[in-house]
C-alpha cells in the first residue's frame, strides 16, 4: 500500500465486485418508493436545486452561454420562491462569460475540461485547459478520465493524472468523469471510482452526456456505494454527479431516493449531489406547477432557455 | 453555495387505498359450490396484526363439516371431474388465474390486511406468483402424458390440503392449481390467522364456473385439520407448516393408503464467501431473513460469513438494515410489516429473549416502530455458536443467527449439521465455487448469488426434518398422481 496525503491507497485490482444482476435488482427496488404529496414537493425542489444545467456544443456562443445563464438564476418567475439551479455547467471559453452573468447569485460556475469530451490530449494541455478554466472564473472543473489507459490497464496513469488536475484546481472543486458508457462494466465502473476519490476528486460524475449509456440508475447506484465505502474507511464525503440521460422528474425522485437510502441525508444538498441535464430543469417545473395547480400546463409555458 | 439549501427528506405516508375491496363481515364455509354454516355454529375472529382490529368472523368447521366437504369432493370427483376432459380442466384453471390477475389488487390489500406483510410484497410476490401457479399448472393440465413419458398416469382422488399463515393465497395456489391440473378434487384448509384471501379465491373459483365441490374450503383451527387428515375418505395430503405438526400428520396418516406430501420448517445457511461481491451479498442477506417479516419456511435463518470479510460484511449490512422503514404493511414504502399473530410474536420475543439472557452480542436496527398491532425490529444476533439454540431452532421471524467460518470444507459441515434441510444461498465470484458447494449442501433448493427465488416450474421442498416431497414444476404433478 502507498500513501498519499494521509489515505492509504488501496490496489485498485481489488476493487470489491459487483453483481449485476443483483445491482439491478435493488435498482428496481428504489423505483418502487412511492413519493407522494410534501415529499415529492421537496423532493422536486431538490431536484431543481441541484441541477448543473449545462450547455455543452460546439456551437456555443456568448449569447446562447448568457441566456442559459438568465435561466438559471431565474428558472420560472411565474412561481416565486423556487430555489436556482446549482450552477452552469459550459466550455472553458464560455465560463468568463458565465461568470459575469451569474456573479452574486450563488448559482457556481461549472467548466468541463482536460480535452472534454475523449481526454485523448497530453497532460500538459489538459493542465493548461483546466488552469484557463479556472483563471477565467471556475468553481468547480468536470475532467474526463482517459479511459483507453484505464481500459489497457494502466491505473497508476489514471491515478496520477487526476492527482495533477486536482492541483491545478486550487480552490475549484473537481468532479472527476468516468465515462461510464466507455468502462462497460459495473466491476470497471467501481475500480474508476475508487481510482478517482483516492487521487483526490470532490466528486465523482458517470458521463460527458456524448456516449450513451449515461447515467443509469445500476452506473450511479454502483458509484454511490462507492462513495459510502470510501466514506466509512476514511471518513471524507465524495459528491455524486450523474450526468446524461435524466431528463424526468421522475427518474430524478428515483435517484434522490437512492442517495437517501446509500449514503443518508447528508448527501441530500447540492453540495453533494448535482444532476448533469439540459432538459430536466423543465419537467421538474412542470411537475412542480401540476401539483400546485393540478393541471399539467403545455410545455410552451416554461421557456427554452 | 447556492442561496436555499435544503436538508433531510422523509416519505410522506402512501397508504394503498382499501376503498375497493369487498369484505363480508361474516364467511360461511364454500361446500360443493355452496356458502354453507358450519353445523358447529361456531365463528372465530381474524383480525389485522398491524393495528389488531377486526376484519371479520370466519366459520370453524368440525368433523362434521369437513366430512360434508370431503363428500361433496368426492361425489364431484366421481361424477364430473375424472370425467371432464383435461383440456376442459385447462380451461377452468386458466380462467381462475385470469380472474386472480383481475382482481389483484384486491387480492393484495386483503393478503396484507390479514397478514401483516407488506402491500410491496403482497402486490409484487404473493398474488402474482399465485395467478403463475394456476397459469403454469393449466398449461400441463392436457400434456401429463408428455409430463412423464411411457407412465400411464390417474389422479388420486380427492385431496385435503393444510396450508400454513405466511403466504396465505399463495400456498393455496401451491396447492389447488397442481391439484386440479392432475384431476383430483379438493378439500382445503386456510390458517386460522389468515383465511381471508383462500375464501375470496373461493369467490373466484365460483366466478370461474368451476363445477360444484371440485374445489371445497374450509376454515377452522387444527381439530378441522385433523378432522382432514383422519378422514377415510381422502386420497392425499399435502401439507404446509410446522415439523411439529408434520410429525403428527405423519404419524395419523401411517398405515393407511393415503399419500403425503409435507412441507415443514427450515434453518436455512447463507454463506458469504471472501470473494462474494459483498453489497450484493448483504442484499441477499436482507432478502433471505427480512422478506415476509422472517415468516419464510425457506428464510436464510443462519448466515456464515468468511471470518477474512466478516467486519466489511456486518458493517454494511448493520447499515443497510438502518435503511429499513418498518411499520404500516398497506404503506407503499414500507419494507418490513406486521408479525403474523400475537402469538409468533411472543414466539419471536422469546428467542431474543435467549440472545439477551446469554449474553449474544445482538444489534436491532433504529427504526421507529408503530405503538399498536404486532412488531419487531429487525435483529442480528452476532458471532454465535453452532450449539445455540438460536442457531438450532426455527424461530420464523425477523432474527439472524450469524457465524464465521474459515475454509469451504468448514462451512459445508456447519451448514449441514442441522435437523433440516430446506434451503441455503452461496455468494461467490466463482463458478467452481459454486458448483462445489451447491452439489454438497443437502437441500432441497440452493440458490447461488440470489436468494428467495421462486418460480412455478422450479421444484421446492426439503431434505431431512424439511418434509418430503416436491411442489412446483414436474415435481410438484407427481405428487397428485398415480404412476403405472
Known amino acids: 500500500m502507498n500513501k498519499k496525503g494521509g489515505l492509504e491507497i488501496p490496489d485498485f485490482n481489488q476493487s470489491p465486485k459487483i453483481d449485476k444482476v443483483g445491482v439491478e435488482e435493488r435498482v428496481a427496488r428504489f423505483q418502487k418508493r412511492s413519493i407522494k404529496k410534501e415529499s415529492k414537493m421537496q423532493g422536486l425542489r431538490m431536484a431543481l436545486n441541484m441541477i448543473d444545467l449545462t450547455t455543452l456544443e460546439g456551437k456555443d456562443t456568448p449569447g446562447k452561454v448568457k441566456q442559459m445563464c438568465y435561466k438559471a438564476m431565474h428558472l420560472h418567475d411565474v412561481h416565486p420562491g423556487l430555489p436556482t439551479v446549482a450552477a452552469v455547467c459550459v466550455y472553458p471559453s464560455m465560463v468568463k462569460t458565465a461568470a459575469n452573468e451569474v456573479k452574486g447569485s450563488g448559482v457556481k460556475v461549472a467548466s468541463v475540461s482536460t480535452a472534454f469530451p475523449s481526454g485523448q490530449a497530453p497532460l500538459e494541455v489538459k493542465l493548461i485547459d483546466t488552469k484557463f478554466a479556472v483563471d477565467s472564473g471556475a468553481d468547480e472543473i468536470d475532467m474526463v478520465i482517459s479511459r483507453g489507459k484505464f481500459l489497457s490497464g494502466d491505473y497508476n496513469f489514471v491515478f496520477d493524472e487526476i492527482a495533477a488536475i486536482k492541483e491545478a484546481c486550487g480552490k475549484a472543486r473537481l468532479k472527476v468523469i468516468l465515462e461510464t458508457g466507455e468502462l462497460v462494466t459495473l466491476d470497471n465502473v467501481r475500480r474508476a471510482s475508487d481510482i478517482a476519490m483516492y487521487a483526490g476528486a470532490d466528486f465523482i460524475k458517470t458521463s460527458t452526456g456524448k456516449i450513451q449509456p449515461a447515467a443509469t440508475m445500476q452506473v450511479t447506484y454502483t458509484m454511490l456505494e462507492a462513495i459510502r465505502d470510501f466514506h466509512l474507511k476514511t471518513g471524507k464525503m465524495i459528491g455524486m454527479k450523474p450526468a446524461g440521460g435524466i431528463s424526468n422528474s421522475k427518474l430524478a425522485l428515483h435517484n434522490l431516493v437512492m442517495v437517501k437510502e446509500t449514503l443518508g441525508n447528508d448527501w441530500l444538498t447540492n453540495e453533494w449531489f448535482r444532476f448533469g441535464a439540459s432538459s430536466l430543469a423543465n419537467d421538474v417545473l412542470m411537475q412542480i406547477m401540476k401539483t400546485e395547480t393540478g393541471i399539467y400546463q403545455s410545455k410552451d409555458y416554461f421557456s427554452i432557455d | ?484
Not at chain 2, 248 to 253: F, G, L, N, R, S
Open chain 2, 1 to 484: 453555495m447556492a442561496k436555499k439549501q435544503i436538508k433531510g427528506w422523509d416519505y410522506s405516508p402512501a397508504p394503498e387505498s382499501t376503498s375497493h375491496i369487498d369484505l363480508k363481515k361474516r364467511y360461511d364455509l364454500y361446500i360443493n359450490g355452496e356458502w354453507v354454516k358450519p353445523s358447529s355454529k361456531k365463528y372465530f375472529k381474524t383480525i389485522n396484526p398491524a393495528n389488531e382490529e377486526l376484519l371479520a368472523e370466519v366459520a370453524h368447521a368440525n368433523e362434521k363439516d369437513v366430512d360434508k366437504a370431503v363428500k361433496a369432493a368426492r361425489k364431484a370427483y366421481e361424477e364430473v371431474w375424472s370425467k371432464t376432459s383435461p383440456s376442459e380442466r385447462a380451461k377452468y384453471i386458466f380462467r381462475i388465474a385470469r380472474l386472480m390477475q383481475e382482481r389483484s389488487r384486491e387480492f393484495a390489500v386483503i393478503e396484507s390486511l390479514d397478514a401483516g406483510k407488506t402491500i410491496r410484497e403482497s402486490r409484487d410476490v404473493d398474488v402474482p406468483l399465485a395467478a403463475n401457479h394456476f397459469f403454469y399448472n393449466a398449461g400441463w393440465a392436457d400434456k401429463l402424458e408428455f409430463a412423464f413419458p411411457n407412465r400411464k398416469v390417474e389422479p388420486l382422488g380427492v385431496a385435503g390440503q393444510i396450508i400454513p399463515w405466511n403466504f396465505p393465497l399463495l400456498m393455496a395456489a401451491w396447492k389447488i392449481a397442481p391439484a386440479l391440473a392432475t384431476g383430483n378434487t379438493v378439500v382445503l384448509k386456510p390458517a386460522e390467522t389468515t383465511p381471508l384471501t383462500a375464501l375470496k379465491l373461493a369467490e373466484v373459483i365460483h366466478d370461474a364456473g368451476l363445477p360444484p365441490g371440485v374445489v371445497n374450503i374450509v376454515t377452522g383451527y387444527g381439530d378441522t385439520g385433523a378432522a382432514i387428515v383422519n378422514h377415510d375418505d381422502v386420497d392425499k395430503i399435502a401439507f404446509t407448516g410446522s415439523t411439529g405438526v408434520g410429525k403428527i400428520i405423519q404419524k395419523a396418516v401411517s398405515g393407511t393408503n393415503k399419500k403425503t406430501t409435507l412441507e415443514l420448517g427450515g434453518k436455512s445457511a447463507n454463506i458469504i464467501m471472501d470473494d462474494a461481491p459483498l453489497d450484493q451479498a448483504v442484499e441477499g442477506i436482507i432478502n433471505g431473513i427480512f422478506f415476509n417479516q422472517g415468516h419464510v419456511c425457506c428464510a436464510g435463518s443462519r448466515l456464515f460469513v468468511q471470518e477474512s470479510v466478516y467486519d466489511t460484511v456486518i458493517e454494511k449490512l448493520k447499515h443497510r438494515m438502518d435503511s429499513l422503514i418498518v411499520g404500516d404493511p398497506l404503506d407503499k414504502n414500507t419494507d418490513i410489516g406486521a408479525i403474523n399473530s400475537k402469538e409468533q410474536l411472543d414466539i419471536i420475543n422469546g428467542y431474543i429473549k435467549i440472545g439477551k439472557d446469554e449474553g449474544a452480542e445482538m444489534y436491532q436496527s433504529k427504526c421507529d416502530i408503530p405503538g399498536s398491532g404486532f412488531y419487531c425490529r429487525p435483529t442480528l444476533v452476532l458471532n454465535v455458536a453452532q450449539s445455540s439454540k438460536l442457531v438450532q431452532e426455527e424461530i420464523f421471524g425477523p432474527v439472524l443467527a450469524i457465524q464465521t467460518f474459515r475454509t469451504v470444507d468448514e462451512v459445508i459441515q456447519k451448514a449441514n449439521n442441522t435437523p433440516f434441510g430446506l434451503a441455503a444461498g452461496v455468494w461467490t465470484d466463482k463458478g467452481s465455487r459454486i458448483f462445489n458447494l451447491t452439489t454438497k449442501l443437502r437441500a432441497g433448493v440452493v440458490w447461488a448469488n440470489t436468494y428467495n427465488k421462486f418460480d412455478p416450474s422450479s421444484p421446492f421442498g426439503g431434505y431431512k426434518e424439511s418434509g418430503f416431497g416436491r411442489e412446483g414444476g414436474l415435481h410438484g404433478l407427481e405428487g397428485y398422481l398415480k404412476m403405472n
